[in-house]
């Protein structure tokens, strides 16, 4: 497997437009995570998914985010509008859950987003 | 509930001496615990886990951990830090609970290796 692939690698927008994140977890997997790295505030959980249903959203920010995972395969966070203050690196990670054991979460290589 | 503290934000040890990151956990259930790596801008990657199996785990680039129930730690070590491991480590715990399936991360440790 390729791994949790994520796309862009890099996104530069204006403020105010809109910014969609993208994700593929590994085929298999049960669980998507989206976090979101900052200097300032470390790593943060923004929201998680249990096969493609949203767990535990409390971690967004604000309205102006919001997440789908409209199949298994599939998954995009989206920030409408965007502000400097999003500027950060957002990352994906999926893990398998067993019925005997907790497995560890892979993790994507990140979007660095950056809002000017 | 679930929780991690990462007791050092950053270690500074000199090349070639031990290196000690130290982690304790709170869980009211049985927890899977687990050291994550982030070298600079770079992803995160696993070091090591311990999933109620043997409380001395062994994990890549000479890493290790031991559970100790008693003492809720989990923390991490290596006998003799190389430059390469200069990185930040996470540690994380999970509870094995129904369909529980969310992770709890630290705060993350800083260790820099001085020549």
């Known amino acids: 497997d390729a791994g949790v692939i994520q796309s862009p690698r890099h996104e530069v927008t204006e403020m105010g437009q809109e910014v969609t994140l993208r994700c593929k977890p590994i085929?298999?997997?049960?669980?998507l995570f989206w976090y979101r790295q900052t200097m300032m505030r470390g790593l943060e959980l923004l929201i998680y998914?249990?096969?493609?249903?949203?767990?535990?959203d409390s971690g967004m920010p604000e309205d102006r985010f919001s997440a789908k995972m409209p199949n298994a395969s599939f998954s995009t966070l989206k920030i409408q509008p965007s502000e400097p203050r999003d500027s950060a690196v957002y990352f994906c990670?999926?893990?398998?859950?067993?019925?005997?054991?907790?497995?560890?979460?892979?993790f994507g290589q990140g979007t660095r987003l950056t809002v000017v | 509930a679930q929780s991690v503290t990462q007791l050092d934000s950053h270690v500074s040890v000199s090349e070639g001496t031990p290196v000690l990151l130290r982690c304790n956990y709170s869980?009211?259930?049985?927890?899977?615990l687990f050291w994550y790596v982030q070298h600079p801008n770079k992803g995160l990657q696993l070091l090591l886990k311990?999933?109620?199996?043997?409380?001395l785990v062994k994990g890549i680039n000479g890493f290790e951990a031991e559970f100790k129930k008693s003492e809720t730690s989990f923390h991490l070590t290596k006998p003799s830090a190389h430059m390469s491991d200069a990185a930040e480590y996470f540690c994380?715990?999970?509870?094995?609970?129904?369909?529980?399936?969310?992770?709890?991360f630290g705060k993350g440790t800083k260790l820099s290796v001085k020549p």
């Open positions: 990670a999926s893990r398998a859950w067993t019925a005997r054991m907790n497995t560890e979460a892979f």
């Open positions: 994380v715990v999970s509870e094995f609970r129904g369909s529980q399936g969310n992770l709890i």
């Open positions: 998914f249990n096969n493609n249903v949203p767990i535990d």
């Open positions: 311990y999933t109620s199996a043997a409380t």
């Open positions: 085929s298999g997997h049960d669980y």
């Open positions: 869980s009211s259930y049985s927890p899977s």
